[in-house]
Each structure stands twice: as C-alpha cells, then as structure tokens.
C-alpha cells in the first residue's frame, strides 16, 4: 500500500477496528523517503555487520548476546532479562544460548532461591571472544556507520533517535 496517498477506502463493517482512510494520518513523501532509507539502512546495516561476525563464527545475535552479558553484573543475567534486552522471544533465545553453550561462550546456570529461573552467564573463553572480537566490530561500525556522519550530524542523529527509542522502551515497560 502507498503510505501516503489520500484517496478514501472502502471500510467494511466487517472490520470495525479499521478507521476511514480520510482519518489515516498517512506519510509526506518526504517522510515515506525517511522512513524507507531508515528501514533500508537499518537491515542493511544488520547484513553487513553479520557478514563480518561470520569469519569468528557468530552472528549479530550471538554478539549482542555477548555484549549485553559482558556489560552484566558478574557477567550473567536472568535468561527472560536477557530475551527483553535483546528483543527476542524466551523460546527464540534458549535455542541461541544452547547453540553459544556449544561453543563455549556461555553457560546457564541456576537462580538461587528460583527453581525455574535460569541465567546466562559468560564463560571466560565467552569474555576472550568477546575481547578478540570486539576490535573488529567497532571498526566495522565506524567505517560502516559512524564515519559517515559529521560531529555535528551525530548530535543532531542522536536527539532525533533518542526520543524515539525512550518512547518504544516505555510502551515496552523499560523506560
């Protein structure tokens, strides 16, 4: 659908949900562009910054896992924290963490006092990885992302997109 046509639509009443297409608040051309080069940029980003994980044998996924859980409290965090920090369902991250646990990279562990609740925890060679590993990546973000701005266009990036991820982590409950 054209995100920023005008035209009315027909709205059955089989649909009471859907709002009269006069109602829609639809996109500018000028915001449909923003949106699509946002949405083109943030996957292509994703791809290419998983192409270069892959010569160490990760995937953007297992280096997020590795960050969030290097930057943890003893380097470990309850498993349901873990999926809410990286956005993934609890099912989608236990099969990730069985394929790190393979690796070597991490280890679950009991909760205390939780007979159900697991954490994750960061093996050394988890952390080794993480300190081998991390160089490339930030060079990979620099020259892939970072660099292609000037200071004053990171300032004004960030107090765009800062809102924004406030705003999304408050629907979420993570303010």
């Excluded at 000028?30 to 940029?41: D, G, I, N, S």
Aim: glycine share 4%.
């Amino acid at each position: 659908m054209d995100t920023h046509t005008t035209a009315a639509a027909d709205v059955s009443s089989s649909q009471p949900h859907q709002r009269p297409e006069e109602e829609t608040p639809w996109l500018t051309t000028r915001e449909q562009q923003l949106w699509r080069a946002h949405l083109e940029v943030s996957k292509l980003l994703d791809y290419q910054l998983g192409r270069e994980l892959q010569p160490h044998g990760l995937a953007i996924n297992d280096y997020e896992i590795l960050v969030v859980l290097s930057e943890a409290p003893q380097r470990r965090m309850r498993m349901t924290d873990l999926a809410t920090a990286t956005l993934q369902s609890k099912s989608r991250l236990s099969h990730q963490i069985t394929r790190m646990e393979s690796a070597g990279l991490v280890l679950r562990q009991e909760c205390p006092g939780d007979r159900r609740g697991l954490y994750a925890h960061l093996t050394d060679q988890g952390w080794d990885t993480m300190q081998q590993i991390a160089p490339d990546h930030v060079r990979s973000v620099r020259a892939h992302f970072i660099d292609r701005f000037t200071p004053e266009q990171i300032d004004a990036m960030y107090a765009a997109l800062a809102p924004i991820a406030d705003h999304l982590r408050g629907l979420r409950g993570r303010s």
